[in-house]
Nanobody, 129 residues
Framework: QIQVQESGGGSVQAGGSLSLSCVAS?????????MGWFRQAPGKQREGVAV???????KYVDSVKGRFTISKDNVKNILSLQMNNLTPEDTAIYYC??????????????????????WGQGTQVTVSS
């Protein structure tokens, strides 16, 4: 059974840092998966934040470039997101997701949070001014 589980998050003041972690279990060891972080703020659609593709490429949405860093342990399928210099605009529920289909990650579809079949429950990130 495939499962995706996030941990981390919390509350921080603007300019602070938080880290998120995600474990994707149940995939066969030889399966090349793309994993990513997504977020949904109140009243807004879910959006892609960053992805780590099956071939080891990391991609970011423009609003987090230079502030967020995504990394992945390919052996254990653990995905991490280090978030620095947080702003109130980063406040959202953050979700981790995985897909065995590389297309959403190789193009820009991931930015719309589509194409990922396995999702975690989400974790709250709150940044106060």
């Amino acid at each position: 059974q495939i499962q995706v589980q996030e941990s981390g998050g919390g509350s921080v003041q603007a300019g602070g840092s938080l880290s998120l972690s995600c474990v994707a279990s149940g995939f066969l060891p030889t399966t090349e998966i793309c994993m990513g972080w997504f977020r949904q703020a109140p009243g807004k659609q879910r959006e892609g934040v960053a992805v780590f593709t099956g071939d080891g490429t990391s991609k970011y949405v423009d609003s987090v470039k230079g502030r967020f860093t995504i990394s992945k342990d390919n052996v254990k399928n653990i995905l991490s997101l280090q978030m620095n210099n947080l702003t109130p605009e980063d406040t959202a529920i953050y979700y981790c997701a995985a897909t065995m289909v590389q297309t959403p990650c190789s193009n820009s579809v991931w930015k719309t949070a589509r194409g990922f079949g396995y999702w975690g429950q989400g974790t709250q990130v709150t940044v106060s001014s």
